[in-house]
């Protein structure tokens, strides 16, 4: 179990928010000095602030202020239970319910795989798929012996899983995630992620058909260091991708 950094900024916050219909992706927040309840100051990863801007800008450019005020203001109960609707079931009751749910700072970390689940179901309209890892199986003369049909559920509307792949589309032709482009022109969107000192780095993405989670760090939990920075995630889901979609026909 990791931190997901910044990519639980979609799940824990944005998207709840946009779900309930009381933010928009056009939603201004202020990014400007701003402190938890606890006094300590939220600080964005550049250390500067940028003023007003919108919540998909906010995204684009994964500021922590505004993921933050937007979490406190839909409140991180609800944000809570829209994680849970995303299959994570090492979240804390006692320890994750406060605001810095919404940049992954979390009691116990989550999985590359739920992380994973997680975007797909954004990438699948908002239709969570539980993770296994077989279909069936069946004997020498073709008869099933188990059947492990895919659980699914409802973890988000459609209209918000839509939104959500705009804006994280954003993220990958202009943001944190440039340079993501596939060679097929296949559409990409997604998220970064760097939890502090660089201790995990994150690129979690989809196109129509594939979503994929990429982390890079060490095992015992040190730093990857500053000139690592979060582009090994990119890299590596880049040149994955490249052939994972090399000859699948072209989708939107």
């Known amino acids: ?3 997901p950094g910044s990519t639980f900024k979609i799940l824990s916050t944005y998207a709840p928010a946009l779900s309930s219909g009381e933010k928009t992706l056009s939603t201004i927040y202020a ?3 701003y402190n938890y309840v606890n006094g300590r100051p939220v600080k964005d990863a ?3 602030y940028q003023g007003d801007m919108t919540i998909r ?4 450019q994964s500021i922590n202020v505004i993921a933050v005020k937007c979490i406190t203001d839909i409140t991180p109960q609800v944000a809570f239970d829209q994680l849970l609707k995303f ?3 090492t979240l804390s009751q006692t320890n ?3 605001q810095p749910l919404a940049l992954g700072g979390i009691y116990n970390g989550v999985s590359n795989l739920q992380l994973t689940a997680a975007y797909a179901a954004i990438a699948n309209g908002g239709i ?3 993770p296994i890892f077989y279909t069936k199986i069946l004997d020498q003369d073709g008869n099933i012996i188990i059947d492990n049909t895919p659980e699914t559920s409802r973890a988000l509307d459609e209209d918000t899983s839509y939104l959500l792949t705009s804006a994280m589309e954003d993220v990958v032709t202009r943001g944190t995630g440039q340079n993501l482009q ?3 022109k296949m559409p990409v969107a997604g998220k970064t992620g760097t939890t502090t000192s660089y201790n995990d780095l994150w690129f979690v993405g989809y196109t129509p058909n594939l979503a994929c989670a990429v982390w890079v760090g060490d095992d015992n939990n040190k730093s990857m260091g500053v000139m690592t920075g979060s582009m090994a995630p990119l890299s590596i889901w880049h040149n994955f991708m490249s052939h994972a979609v090399a000859h699948v026909p072209y989708a939107d």
């Open 1 to 3: 179990l990791r931190q």
């Open 31 to 33: 990014d400007e000095p």
């Open 46 to 48: 550049s250390n500067t």
């Open 57 to 60: 800008e906010a995204i684009i």
């Open 87 to 89: 299959g994570f079931t």
């Open 96 to 98: 994750d319910i406060y």
């Open 128 to 130: 969570y798929t539980k």
């Open 182 to 184: 596939l060679d097929t």
